[in-house]
């Protein structure tokens, strides 16, 4: 566990302008599974929720309901030498990651390249063992994964969680 989420509380006055921030205090509703700093940063601690994360400001509250998910970890390094921009350099190492399946339908993927980390979230389909993923990039094209017990293939990739 140990991601963190950073929430934003914003300010406005009758009108909807803008005010300066002040001091919110934060409170989790299951410290065993979320908890919030004072800079209301969320932290996942355990698998569980949803949690309430509540902001405080005088005699005014918002909320926010997380829920904390097992993410899929890469262990099982891959790679191919594909076409690259630079002679003799492969354009596809993976050297490490991990991705996110939210129960809301989307993913993230937080993978380093030999060539510096890559951030690619979007969303998911899951129809029995097949998981079909598409980016947010635009131009991506889909990619399928099939779930085998608790690990997933993705292309080239494995993860497990």
């Known amino acids: 566990m140990g991601d963190a989420l950073p ?8 009108d909807g302008n803008a005010l300066p921030p002040e ?8 410290p065993a599974v979320a908890t919030v700093s004072n800079a209301g940063v969320a932290t996942a601690v355990a698998e569980g929720g949803p949690v309430t994360i509540t902001a405080k400001y005088r005699n005014l509250t918002a909320t926010a309901r997380v829920t904390v998910v ?4 890469l262990t099982q390094v891959g790679g191919q030498d594909i076409p690259a921009p630079i002679p003799n350099v492969p354009a596809l190492v ?9 129960a809301n339908g989307r993913y993230s993927a937080r993978i380093s390249y030999a060539t510096g980390p890559v951030l690619d979230q979007g ?5 029995g ?3 079909t993923f598409t980016s947010d990039t635009p131009g991506a094209l889909q990619v ?18």
Not at 8 to 14: L, P, R, T
Not at 70 to 73: E, N, Q, S
Not at 123 to 127: A, D, L, N, R, Y
């Open 144 to 161: 399928v994964g099939l779930l085998v017990g608790d690990v997933l293939q993705r292309s080239i990739f494995t993860f497990v969680r």
């Open 23 to 30: 001091k919110v205090k934060f409170r989790s509703s299951d």
């Open 129 to 131: 063992t097949q998981i």
């Open 7 to 14: 929430l934003q509380v914003d300010f406005f006055d009758a």
């Open 70 to 73: 097992k993410p899929f970890i």
């Open 94 to 102: 993976v050297v490490g990651g991990r991705m996110i399946l939210y």
């Open 123 to 127: 969303t998911f389909v899951q129809s």
